[in-house]
């Protein structure tokens, strides 16, 4: 057996680095934090590459004097709590004294700062966590900290990151956190040379909203307070039920001024809004909790980003109940959504399902396209099937099953019923349609590029600095789409035209949830061509609830068998099922 040592310091430091710095937006995270936690008013952060070659924070707080610079990078050294009492009450982010040392050790670091009416400030740089230089620096007030080659000597960590664009949208979005939850800051984020964000200090967090979220969605915002008798109080903003998102993103949950990320708490914020939100949909909101800070628990994980509350319950009780008084809607409104949610249609093909079970197999996944039904590779039952058919009801008598003139039917306005080939086939129209759009779109990105249908008017829509960030790196790849569109100053595009399938009535909606959808796709990892077309397969397709004509029907179905992979949506969810004279013949027991 090897011999038991104890670690080095510098190998102590990369492990721990694995907890606190996992990419480019949790270093952000922690130098953000220590600026703010300095008192600082002004934090400048430019990044480059998504943050993996540079990131460099300048801010005006109240700075290291030298004597304790070295300190500052040494592990569990902190200058903000002093025994286990504070421990029960932290005010600040930081506390653990883990993270610039963490940092250091896996990045080239270089930090000049100085205190106020210093004579001299100071510089160190520090490579992989090992001391390079050490020296006098003007006296300028405040903080500069340089972040190099972020996981330079951990490989298996640098390859772990995701794409640049990947990357930047996260530090984005973690910058954005701090610019709400700190909206007296001023904050400005370059990436790229590129200025993303530039906010002045902000008096009220509604300013701070507009600039974030634009004036649009800034003049649909209702305001929540409320406060309980055991102290605690929650304050914000929440978005009318008109105003959604495709994810959780922009719900901003902000606990003692600690921006977090608890899923539990922004269910309620969802739960909220009841059915007056189709599912899959997020409202926007800015909600500050402030709680007892003994009801609440910072130090669950490293990184703080989770907390535990005493009484969670409670508050969640307590959130929901606000937003629900808040987002109140006129009864109509309800009825009328209610009617569009997925929810209530999506509980019928489920039940079909499970008896179908249980039954000889009733709803066939189709194993031939409605052309080859001919074709030798055809299944035994289905030629049997086809044949049948071909004797009982001669081709004519098709004609007979369209009651009314009508060759389709929608259901539940959510599945189409045509008769082809003696069967009747059910296709669900969103999977259907979003396999119709996956494919056009892969086509349009990778052969030719689709066409584009001019607007009437040029839309301007506003972004989000993060979908922004997003939008200007893959501005060529979504103009093969068939978008016309332009960036607008920094924080908004104008759309002059768009692809042939987009329905002219929503066009702000469906671009936003595809950009959104198409970052949130790109954060995991996805291939940029793949990530932006299941986002339009997903978010320019028809919805469950939409009505459509017997032409939108009938294209749907044609279009739907034109397809390489008509069979499935590109998530692996059926398009399409039939069920056949035999069918029918089976469950009746005729034979
Ligand atoms: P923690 O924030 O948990 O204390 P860090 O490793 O992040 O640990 O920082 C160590 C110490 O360095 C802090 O406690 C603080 O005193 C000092 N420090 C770090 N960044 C700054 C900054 N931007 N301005 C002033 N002091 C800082
Ligand atoms: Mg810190």
Redesign the pocket.
Known sequence: MAEIRKLSEILIDKIAAGEVVENPASVIK??V???L??R?ASLDLTVERGGSRLIK?V?D????PPD?VR???ARH?????EDESDLQAIS????????????ASVSMID?T?AVEGAKEGTRITIEGGKETLFEPAPPRK??V?TVRQLFFNTPARRKFLKSETGETRKLVAVFCKYAVSRYRNAMKLVSDNKEIINYPADDKLIDRLKRLWGNKVGNHLIEISKSTENGLIISGFVTRPEISRGNRNQIHLIVNGRPVYDVSLMHAVRSGYGNTLDSGFFPMAAIFIDIDRSAVDVNVHPAKTEVRFADEKYLYSQIKKLVEEAVQVPALFSVNSAARSGKDFHSMPKMTASKANTHQPVWHKPETMIKSSHNNNTSAIDRKTEDNFEEQIPPEAEQELNIGGKRFWQLYNTFIMGFRDGKIWMIDQHTAHERILYEAALDNLCERPGTSQCLLFDLTIELDPEDMAVFEKHVKLIERLGFEIEPFGKRAVIIRGVPGYFESSSIEEIFRNLLNGFSDNLSTGEDPIMALASSVACHASIRAGETLSQEQMQGLFNRLFECQEPYQCPHGRPTVVTISRDDLDKIFKRR
């Not at 707080?61 to 290291?64: A, H, K, L, P, V």
């Not at 600040?92 to 940092?103: H, K, M, T, V």
């Open positions: 922690e130098l934090e220590n600026s936690d300095a600082a924070l801010d707080g109240y700075g290291i304790q300190l500052a990078f050294a902190t200058s903000k709590i600040s982010y930081g506390f653990r004294g883990e993270a610039l040392p963490a940092i930090m700062t405040g903080t900290i």
